[in-house]
């Protein structure tokens, strides 16, 4: 074992036996890279613990419960990757990372006993590491994701919902470019339009391999399941904060997530709204053109 593996191997011995102690906390779990076996954690992997408490609150409203685990140097808080709930993140002595995320128990057996959301599932089903257990939940949450069940492809409406908002916000980013707003158009383009152009890479993965074809979630080891055109088409599609560059890197974007809905639309049966495509890309074009 590393030194890095073994430090966090001892500020979770840590937390063990702070948690043991305390009533509220009715059990706790390692997920992520620290509880995978299939693309486990290296040394610049954080360490993210689920606290399943009945005062949730405790863990986001005060930060001196910290110390009894280890010497933090920072912490904040933020809301959880799945957007349902908070967390407090913490980067302790050493340069360890990790990350807190407080589950109500009610929460915790609702999802045991009627299944759990698909993006949680997936974390889970990749591995769970039970840390502490007083009630047998922290173990009936491992057990309730045996298998991973990967998102159902897009319904018609579902895909013409991501089309249309893509080409909506790749004239709205155009506009903010004309108007000279280069923080709000890079935005659009490196950030909003890039998020609509994960989740079609996502679909044309799986469109395109299978439905069963793993493509993780939020992006993660995206190098190893995307279509390798993708991929090279992303090494021009961000920008610099150079009006000039956003231009570029906003017609990139556009050509790449045009061709993967297209084929995507094919492969799944769908139809594409070409027609909003055309009005939005001359739109797009002639904002450009009028510069000079």
């Known amino acids: 074992m590393d030194q890095t ?32 076996v299939d693309h486990p954690a290296d040394e610049w992997s954080d360490l993210d613990i689920v606290i399943i408490t009945t005062d949730p609150e405790r863990y986001w409203s005060t930060a001196s419960w910290i110390e009894n685990i280890g010497n933090p140097w920072l912490t904040l808080v933020e809301p959880t990757p799945d957007g349902r709930g908070m967390e407090r993140r913490v980067l302790f002595e050493g340069g360890l990372d990790v990350d807190f995320n407080p589950m109500p128990v009610d929460l915790v057996r609702q999802m045991v006993e009627t299944g759990v959301p698909s993006d949680v599932a997936d974390t889970l089903r990749r591995g769970v590491r039970v840390l502490l257990d007083k009630d047998g939940l922290s173990m009936q949450l491992g057990d309730s994701t045996t298998e991973i069940q990967l998102p159902q492809p897009p319904t018609q409406p579902e895909f013409l919902e991501a089309v249309n908002d893509f080409w909506y916000h790749a004239v709205w980013t155009a506009k903010h470019l004309r108007r000279g707003g280069l923080w709000w158009a890079k935005s659009g383009c490196d950030s ?3 998020w609509l152009l994960l989740r079609m890479m996502e679909w044309h993965a799986r469109a395109t391999k299978g439905q069963n074809y793993d493509t ?52 799944l049966g769908h139809s594409y709204p070409t027609f909003g495509d055309e009005r939005a890309t001359e739109l797009v074009k002639g904002l450009f053109s009028d510069q000079d």
């Open 216 to 267: 993780w979630l939020r992006g993660h080891f995206l190098e190893e399941w995307v279509d390798p055109r993708a991929l090279e088409g992303l090494r021009e599609a961000f920008a610099h904060y150079d009006e000039d560059d956003i231009w570029r890197a906003l017609f990139v974007t556009m050509d790449l997530f045009r061709w993967l809905s297209v084929e995507t639309a094919e492969h």
């Open 5 to 36: 593996a073994q430090a966090y191997e001892q500020l979770m011995e840590r937390f063990i036996e702070w948690a043991q102690t305390e009533q509220d906390i009715r059990g706790a779990v390692v997920i992520g890279s620290r509880a995978r």
């Open 192 to 194: 909003y339009l890039k």
